[in-house]
């Protein structure tokens, strides 16, 4: 059997094709979908080791893959994207001293990369004077933000790699995050050598991001580690959403995440021309409905908060519906990170 292809994509076989045909196809700009064995993440590893773009699944969403240390690899990461600047990007390692031997960590760090790593928390720390990463995967400044997935074959592709690999989420910018391999192909295909498929992604919203490079913890982007569970192991930490803030963690800024229908925030009634984002028993009346977690659950609603964007996008493009209504969720556990996705959803563009 020879390797299927549908549309721009290759789907390698697991007992691989020739790389000389493999390179061709990829001049060619096409993607390959590799499946998450032992075969498709060594391919992955090889293609990231040789600079190449590779989209891969964490437990939070996928992310799109480079050689952190390799600077002409970051910089095809921004033109995948079509990111209009150098945001600084997040460095993925196997484990937290693989981490830590890339910058400092002070006892804040090591108390919650014990408590939470493998798992959706990034920290922003000093660099250290000998770290291999290339500058442009901190937008130049003396910070890295350090982070170790819980993802069995996300880990196992790091592993492979033997270096840190540079992933902001695998989206055009601006656009909603991805929790499946489709997704990612929905905006990338063509644009990167290639995706790793690990099914749909647990979390389903980004990584918590802290900043532990002052004397103070800064929340810069509320995400899947919850801001109880962070100040029940550090204490206090102070929330970002101050300017000063937003400069230092340019991906809260604006407009992101957002459908290409309106989106209008706590919505208490809704329209048969709206289609509805339910959080709880869904209103009535709506042209469509998408439900995050019937019984409120801000955990099952964060895992389908994207998903469920998308869906609600194209059909209510398709019904020719005007935007999208979405009911209130509470500030709680994932909700605070539910939320901060929401309004950036519904900011003006
Ligand atoms: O869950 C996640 O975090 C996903 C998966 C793929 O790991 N990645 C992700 O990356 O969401 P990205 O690039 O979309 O978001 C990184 C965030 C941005 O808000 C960026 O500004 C901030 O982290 N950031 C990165 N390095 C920073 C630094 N040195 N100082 C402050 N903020 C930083
Ligand atoms: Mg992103």
Known sequence: MGPLTFGNTRFTPAFGALPCLLSAVIDRGMTELLRDDETGISRAAGLLRDGALVAFGTETVYGLGADATNADAV???????????????ICHYDSADAAFRHVVPDARAQVLAAAFWPGPLT???????????????????DTLAVRVPAHRSGLALLRAVGRPVAAPSANRSGQVSPTTAAHVLAGLEGRI???????????????????????????????????????????????????????????????HYAPSLPVRLNAEKVGADEALLAFGAPLSGAGATFSLSANGDTAEAAARLFEGLRALDTEGRRLGLRGIAVMPVPATGLGLAIRDRLQRAAAPR
């Open 75 to 89: 910089a095809g990461i921004f033109a995948a994207k079509g990111r209009p600047h150098f945001n600084p990007l």
């Open 123 to 141: 920290v922003v720390l000093p660099r250290r004077d000998d770290c291999p990463v290339a500058l442009l995967t901190g937008a130049g400044l």
């Open 193 to 255: 050598a290639a995706i790793v498929d690990s099914g749909p992604c647990v979390v389903g919203v980004e990584s918590t991001v802290l900043d532990l490079s002052g004397p103070q913890a800064v929340l810069l982007r509320p995400g899947g580690a919850t801001l109880e569970a962070i100040e029940a192991a550090i204490g206090p930490v102070v929330q970002g959403a101050t300017p000063g803030a937003a400069l230092r963690s340019p991906g809260l800024l604006s407009s």
